[in-house]
């Protein structure tokens, strides 16, 4: 099985044959970002593929971010050039978890907790490390957090 940085660096050959500059550039960009992250920190290492999946997602988070400004200024060109390399980016991404399974992960990880005995901060860092080793790469970060946070509240 090849692993995603694989998939992306066959997808940007098969881009650079059809001449694609858009697609070109954006997976050049995403390879740079996923290298760059490789030999960030301590050491240099391999990122997985859920790690990949980061990357991708933080990219495609910059894309849309930046989609948004240059729609706000008038640079209409420019907005759909960064909503097309989004479009390009999202291929990569996993499906999402609907609303519903999130909410069930989250409230059977808060029950666990709350047996334990955990309160306050120390539980939601407690749930949100365990729904996110439970969902991998299908909700981001800022998802899971907004369910934890509501779920604890009541």
């Known amino acids: 099985m090849e692993s995603l940085k694989e998939k992306i660096r066959q997808d940007l050959?098969?881009?650079?044959?059809?001449?694609?500059?858009?697609?070109?550039?954006?997976?050049?960009?995403v390879i740079t970002s996923i290298s760059k992250a490789e030999v960030s920190g301590k050491g240099q290492t391999t990122l997985n593929d859920d790690q990949v999946i980061?990357?991708?997602?933080s990219e495609l988070g910059?894309?849309?971010?930046?989609?948004?400004?240059?729609?706000?200024?008038?640079?209409?060109?420019?907005?759909?050039?960064?909503?097309?390399e989004a479009e390009i980016l999202s291929v990569y991404m996993p499906e999402e978890i609907s609303?519903?399974?999130?909410?069930?992960?989250?409230?059977?990880?808060?029950?666990?907790?709350?047996?334990?005995?955990?309160?306050?901060?120390?539980?939601m860092g407690a749930v949100i490390k365990a729904v996110r080793e439970r969902v991998?790469?299908?909700?981001?970060?800022?998802?899971?957090?907004?369910?934890?946070?509501?779920?604890?509240?009541s």
Do not use: F, H, P
């Open 13 to 29: 050959t098969a881009a650079m044959r059809a001449r694609d500059e858009i697609a070109k550039s954006t997976l050049r960009s």
């Open 54 to 57: 980061g990357v991708i997602r």
């Open 62 to 84: 910059k894309r849309k971010e930046a989609a948004e400004i240059y729609e706000k200024a008038g640079r209409d060109e420019l907005a759909s050039r960064e909503r097309a």
């Open 99 to 123: 609303d519903e399974a999130l909410a069930v992960i989250v409230a059977e990880e808060v029950a666990g907790v709350r047996a334990a005995g955990i309160e306050g901060g120390r539980a």
């Open 136 to 153: 991998g790469a299908a909700a981001d970060g800022s998802r899971i957090s907004q369910v934890v946070k509501s779920a604890l509240a």
